[in-house]
């Protein structure tokens, strides 16, 4: 019986949101894992784990998503990755804690899982290099690999220092950020603040530019909410997608970056047009904000999209 081919690696964080409605596994890694696990692409996704509680809760997640655990590291010490919810009045926020196990990724263990593949994607992010063991697992995983790099920012308040980010775009071929983000890079590597005269679109994109330039980028996208999103190609290709349909309703916006991020290497690695992918990211991205999480807790909501585009 011949196994499918695992085009896509994802490495990062997989953690276990603690909040005042339960517990829920997440991180933006392991989001996109599902999502593309979900649509019959099954990821080598490259983390690592406490032998604890809620460690058992991620296995369970592999386990129902037909993830296959040779990249799954557990940690005999350091416990599973959590982030807590803290109330803010009506609201709350979440704190991510230090020192977990996704701080901990093992280079020779990482760089052996994808030993002898072939693959199209490597997708990473910010969180899990804030600790030096695997920003070296990373590094393991890079060197072993002929993969296009796919960097999606993901800043957190707090996790992510200048030269951590800056070694990371170094590293990549594609690069997605959100407008947020975004304004993060031009004021790190350009000095262009909040509080500076707002920038015309011209000089904007001048800006992304010159960010493509210095970084060896192959594209740059730019997601940008409900308006969609804008795709800066090295070959001087831009495609700017806004004519999207507008979700019924939006409960919770969580995880539509990281939806975005799945259809986008899901599209290139089945050969879609350029355009086609971006459109179809961006709406599935905005399906996802109409649903309760990150990902959906249903895995019958695929369905009708892996009809959709297999008839499209």
């Not at 991180?27 to 696990?37: D, E, I, M, S, T």
């Not at 493509?212 to 090295?234: K, N, Q």
Request: aromatic letters at 10%.
């Amino acid at each position: 019986m011949m196994t499918a081919r695992i085009s896509t690696i994802v490495f990062g964080e997989v953690l276990v949101e603690e909040g005042t409605a339960g517990h829920a596994v997440g991180g933006a890694p392991f989001n996109v894992a599902r999502h593309l696990a979900a649509f019959m692409a099954p990821p080598l996704m490259i983390t690592r784990i406490g032998d604890d509680r809620n460690g058992a809760a991620v296995r369970a997640e592999f386990e129902r998503f037909v993830i296959p655990e040779s990249g799954l590291q557990v940690d005999p010490m350091e416990e599973t990755g959590r982030a807590v919810a803290e109330r803010q009045g009506a609201a709350h926020r979440f704190t991510l804690l230090p020192r977990q196990a996704y701080d901990f990724i093992d280079p020779q263990a990482a760089a052996a899982s994808i030993a002898g593949g072939d693959h199209d994607f490597l997708y990473f992010g910010t969180l899990a290099l804030r600790e030096e063991r695997s920003r070296l697992a990373l590094a393991a995983v890079l060197e072993n690999t002929q993969a296009k790099r796919f960097l999606d920012l993901n800043l957190r308040p707090g996790q992510a220092t200048e030269p951590i980010v800056t070694k990371a775009l170094t590293a990549a071929d594609v690069v997605k950020v959100n407008e947020e983000e975004l304004q993060a890079l031009f004021q790190w590597y350009f000095q262009i603040g909040p509080d500076d005269a707002a920038l015309s679109t011209e000089e904007v994109h001048a800006a992304c530019r010159a960010l493509m330039d210095r970084f060896s980028l192959e594209a740059l996208i730019v997601t940008l909410g409900h308006r969609g999103s804008v795709y800066f190609g090295a070959d001087g290709g831009y495609i700017a997608t806004r004519d999207n349909p507008v979700p019924p309703f939006v409960i919770d916006t969580t995880g539509a970056g990281d939806a975005f991020s799945a259809i986008f290497m899901l599209g290139r690695a089945r050969g879609w047009p350029l355009e086609l992918i971006l459109s179809r990211a961006n709406e599935f991205a905005g399906a996802i904000c109409a649903v309760t999480g990150a990902v959906p807790g249903d895995i019958g909501f695929y369905d009708k999209w892996v009809a959709r585009w297999r008839q499209s």
